[in-house]
């Protein structure tokens, strides 16, 4: 009789537990918004993250591109940060109206804005994974609307030199090759950027 008992409640757990897996399967493949948000709230730092890639690639949104990307800040998952962090930035119209819906009672013109958040960690992301000249370029052409500031991602570059092997000649390099029909060779701030590197031993032309 105790056997049977047993049997029987061996055979419900294990009927419980493959449903379950096929429950969360389904979720995954069907529902991956949902999955996303139950994987994000349980700490599941990178199957919430490919289940937002999911929602995004399906719908374009750009809703769904901030969700991605503060997923994979989360997840510290550098390859999609740099990946969907510079689809964001460049989304320009979406991205300026997302920064600006941001913008709360206490912000002040020196504060820390959504802009530089999201352009500094997509640079750094870019650093993080070896691809310097591409942070650089990143940096140059991301620039906010208030330019080379305290808080910029240039300026962040630029902060780094003293402690970066090569990274001031290739800031200078690339500042040098930029045309100078271009808007930004000439961004706001360009004097007090070319100044900065001056001092660190990296004249500008």
């Not at 060779?185 to 360009?190: D, E, L, V, Y």
Request: proline letters at 2%; a negative charge.
């Amino acid at each position: 009789m105790n056997k049977v008992i047993i049997k029987t409640a061996i055979i419900t757990f294990l009927a419980l537990v493959v449903a379950f897996i096929l429950g969360v399967i389904g979720i995954y493949a069907f529902a991956p918004r949902i999955a996303g948000k139950y994987c994000y709230e349980l700490g599941f730092k990178n199957m919430a993250t490919e289940c937002n890639e999911r929602v995004y690639t399906k719908t374009g949104e750009f809703s769904d591109l901030v969700e991605l990307v503060d997923s994979a800040i989360y997840a510290e998952n550098y390859g999609l940060i740099s990946t969907y962090g510079e689809e964001m930035v460049k989304r320009t119209s979406d991205f300026k109206s997302f920064c600006e819906s941001e913008v709360d009672e206490d912000y002040t013109e020196d504060s820390y804005s959504t802009f530089d958040y999201y352009v500094n960690t997509t640079m750094l992301a870019k650093y993080s994974l070896g691809n310097v000249q591409n942070a650089i370029d990143f940096a140059f052409d991301s620039m906010s609307p208030k330019g080379y500031t305290e808080n910029s991602s240039l300026k962040m570059l630029v902060n780094m030199i003293e402690s970066q092997d090569g990274l001031g000649q290739m800031i200078c390099d690339t500042y040098n090759n930029i045309p100078y029909d271009k808007g930004n060779k000439f961004f706001i701030g360009h004097e007090n950027f070319r100044t900065d590197m001056k001092n660190l031993g990296y004249p500008v032309k």
